[in-house]
C-alpha cells in the first residue's frame, strides 16, 4: 500500500511569512494527525482529524496555526506569520478507526524560520 | 498528564553487541505502547505495538516488553549492526491524545 505522502520536503521562509504543508494519508484511513517535531525532541500532537472533523485541538496554537481536512482525505496545515520557533519537522500520521491500530507516519516536511 | 522519558539519550555500541533501550511512562492506565524507528531525516517508522495485554512482542531481533504496573518498557535489539543506527523512540496515548513521545534514544553501531 501507499504511505503517507507529504509536501514538501523542505521548506525555508523568513519570519512573518506563511507557509502551508500538504498531506495525503494512507487510503482509507479516517483518521489524520498533524505533530511537529522539533530538534532533539520526541514529536508533539498539533491537531487530529477524524474524516473532516476535528477531534483535538488542544495544542494547536491558533493565533497562528490552522488546519483543514475539507473532503475527508487530505489536509493542509498553515502558518501565517512564522516564527523563529517554529522551526522544525511537521509530520503527518493517517490510521484506520480500528481500535489500537498503529499510526503511520509520512517523512515529514523540515521548516527552516530565518 | 502522561511523561514518557526514555534512556539513555544516546548510546555507541560496536557491531554484534545485544543491547537495551528503556522507556517510562508516569500514567500506567495504557492501552497500548508503541516504539518507533526515525532515521535522519526521515519520519518514523512503527517497529513494535504492545497491547496492554500482552506483556512483549518480538520482530526478527527486536523484542519489546510491557510492565504496566511499574510504567516500563523496554526494547531489546539482539546482534546489533550499523544499519540499526537510528533513534528510537517510544510512545503511549494519553487521554484523548493518540501518542505522547518521549525525547528518543539515538544508537549508534559501529562496525
Known amino acids: 500500500e501507499a504511505g503517507v505522502a507529504q509536501s514538501p520536503r523542505y521548506k525555508i521562509i523568513e519570519k512573518r511569512q506563511s507557509v502551508a504543508f500538504w498531506c495525503n494519508p494512507i487510503?482509507?484511513?479516517?483518521?489524520l494527525y498533524w505533530y511537529q517535531q522539533i530538534l532533539g525532541q520526541g514529536p508533539k500532537l498539533l491537531i487530529q482529524?477524524?474524516?473532516?472533523?476535528?477531534?483535538?485541538d488542544s495544542q494547536l496554537p491558533k493565533d497562528r496555526f490552522s488546519a483543514e481536512r475539507l473532503k475527508g482525505v487530505d489536509s493542509t496545515l498553515k502558518i501565517q506569520p512564522a516564527k523563529l520557533e517554529d522551526s522544525a519537522v511537521y509530520l503527518c500520521?493517517?490510521?484506520?478507526?480500528?481500535?489500537?491500530?498503529?499510526?503511520?507516519f509520512g517523512n515529514g516536511t523540515r521548516l527552516t524560520v530565518t | 498528564k502522561q511523561e514518557v522519558t526514555q534512556i539513555p539519550a544516546a548510546l555507541s555500541v560496536p557491531e554484534g553487541e545485544n543491547l537495551v533501550l528503556n522507556c517510562s511512562f508516569t500514567?500506567?492506565?495504557?492501552?497500548?505502547l508503541q516504539w518507533f524507528r526515525q532515521d535522519p531525516g526521515k519520519g518514523l517508522t512503527s517497529l513494535l505495538l504492545?497491547?496492554?495485554?500482552?506483556r512483549e512482542q518480538t520482530s526478527g531481533r527486536l523484542n519489546a516488553s510491557l510492565d504496566k504496573s511499574s510504567g516500563r518498557s523496554t526494547l531489546y535489539i539482539a546482534a546489533s549492526q550499523p544499519g540499526d543506527s537510528a533513534t528510537y523512540l517510544c510512545?503511549?496515548?494519553?487521554?484523548?491524545?493518540?501518542?505522547?513521545f518521549g525525547k528518543g534514544t539515538r544508537l549508534s553501531v559501529i562496525a
Open positions: 482529524f477524524q474524516n473532516n472533523g476535528v477531534v483535538d
Open positions: 500520521a493517517s490510521s484506520s478507526l480500528t481500535e489500537n491500530s498503529p499510526l503511520h
Open positions: 500514567d500506567s492506565a495504557i492501552y497500548n
Open positions: 504492545i497491547q496492554s495485554s500482552q
Open positions: 487510503s482509507g484511513h479516517a483518521t
Open positions: 510512545a503511549v496515548p494519553s487521554g484523548n491524545t493518540p501518542l505522547v
